[in-house]
């Protein structure tokens, strides 16, 4: 039905998507990505800088030292009422002690009150992701998804080898919110199930609480959906089919009904976007608006081994639960040149941009379909368009939040979801959705 088509759109959206990697190389597990670009992002492209942090994907890397090491889970309840915290992926080098959020896109400021991933016209919408990593925990976010045909707001957790847990909002349907988990990427269209929200456009607590035997979702409080660890096991595979690898936060609002998105997706998606719909604000552009994301950890599973406590290492391509270990290893790049073999040295000109390497040095397929012409090399002007200042978040935040005001009329603030009404999702819980899809294709 739907399921096989949808993954196979976001597939297909991806490679495309990341078409603006030109003729990059891509990793695979039985391919891994070569030498002078040997990191794997999330995206299945091959690259070196921010393809080395965030999402980058051990197993089908160069080798197992490529990407960098995951950093430890941090608890903290994260108010989303400032850009502070929020760094542009084309300035953030892996230095996590100063920054808790990463993101693409255009987050902006609502008031004091809360941040607003946007969607404008043509673009591919907005994505926060967390700088730490969660090996389990309780994860809520406090959030309003937007609304509108092909609009998808997405808080998912994904780790870098594509174990992922979601809540999806399609915007055709602000009655709804479908969850679903991953292993691996393995794409299996069985597990999503759909969860009852009274307004996903109003505000509401999404809480997905992970623990090595067990795994709820729960709205509001009230728990919504259990799936047990041991009713995972996959006798093909030898291993439970169950997220168990460190994984980050992500929310997101992506166009999945994007015209040059597969039809699949597009349907899934609730039909094409309508740039011009009703639900948009004035400032020309969907939103779905985040207020906090809070963050419990748990203990590491018992039999983990200790080698320290700042990260957490795969040590093997295998890529269990059993093959990760807590270490002391912190690396930061030097510059987005470099990578978790070669970090390099801080670079003394203030933009990367001037790199002479070839390698694509930012992610930049999911987001900004501008961004798609990209000449490789320069991805890293792919996010926000902020290179040179100091902050890309902030100095983001401000031009758009004035944009953003100016459209508003909302009522009560805590009414603002309504207001804001719907938006298209990013790529964030698709991002998850799309290596699924990626690994899906490449299986076949
Ligand atoms: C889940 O909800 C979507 C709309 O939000 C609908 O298209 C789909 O058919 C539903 N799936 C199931 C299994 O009910
Ligand atoms: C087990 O995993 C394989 C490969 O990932 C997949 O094709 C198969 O459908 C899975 N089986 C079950 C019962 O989930
Ligand atoms: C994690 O590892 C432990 C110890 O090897 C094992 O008992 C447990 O089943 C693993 N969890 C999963 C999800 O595979």
Request: proline fraction near 4%.
């Amino acid at each position: 039905m739907v399921r096989p088509s949808f993954t196979t759109a976001l597939a297909v959206a991806a490679l495309a998507g990341s078409a603006l990697a030109q003729s990059n190389a891509k990793g695979t597990r039985d391919k891994p990505c070569p030498a002078d670009s040997p990191c794997c992002g999330l995206y299945g492209d091959c690259g070196i800088g921010a393809f080395c942090l965030g999402g980058c994907d051990i197993t089908m890397s160069h080798s197992i030292k490529s990407c960098v090491p995951n950093p430890i889970c941090k608890s903290g309840d994260y108010k989303m009422n400032s850009l502070d915290d929020v760094q542009d992926i084309s300035k953030y080098l892996g230095d996590n002690s100063k920054i808790n959020w990463q993101s693409q896109g255009k987050p902006l400021k609502y008031k004091d009150e809360n941040l607003l991933l946007t969607m404008y016209e043509d673009s591919d919408g907005s994505l926060l992701a967390s700088t730490f990593y969660v090996w389990y925990g309780k994860i809520c976010a406090r959030m309003t998804s937007s609304q509108g045909k092909g609009v998808v707001t997405a808080f998912i957790m994904m780790s870098d080898v594509k174990d992922e847990i979601d809540f999806e909002w399609i915007g055709a349907d602000i009655s709804t919110v479908q969850s679903n988990y991953y292993s691996q990427g393995a794409i299996d269209y069985t597990k999503t199930k759909n969860l009852t929200v009274d307004d996903s456009t109003k505000w509401h607590d999404y809480c997905i609480d992970w623990k090595p035997e067990e795994l709820k979702w729960s709205v509001d409080g009230k728990e919504v959906r259990t799936v047990k660890k041991s009713d995972t096991w996959n006798s093909t595979d030898n291993r439970f089919a169950y997220p168990q690898t460190p994984a980050r936060v992500m929310i997101s609002l992506w166009p999945a009904g994007k015209k040059t998105n597969a039809k699949g997706t597009i349907d899934w998606a609730g039909g094409e976007i309508d740039w011009h719909s009703k639900y948009m604000l004035s400032g020309g552009y969907y939103a779905a608006g985040i207020s906090s994301v809070s963050v419990q950890c748990y203990d590491p599973p018992a039999g983990a081994k200790k080698n320290g406590d700042k990260s957490y290492k795969y040590t093997d391509k295998a890529a269990t639960n059993n093959t990760i270990e807590l270490s002391n290893d912190i690396v930061v790049l030097g510059s987005l040149d470099g990578s978790g073999e070669n970090p390099g040295e801080a670079s003394k000109t203030q933009s990367s941009s001037q790199s002479t390497k070839t390698a694509l040095q930012v992610p930049g397929a999911i987001i900004g379909g501008a961004h798609q012409d990209a000449p490789t090399g320069s991805a890293n002007s792919g996010s926000g368009g902020n290179n040179g200042q100091s902050s890309g978040g902030n100095s983001n935040g401000g031009t758009a939040g004035g944009e953003f005001v100016q459209g508003l009329n909302s009522p009560a603030s805590n009414s603002f979801g309504v207001s804001v009404e719907p938006g298209l999702g990013k790529v964030g819980g698709s991002a998850l959705a799309i290596v699924v899809a990626i690994l899906g294709l490449i299986a076949l």
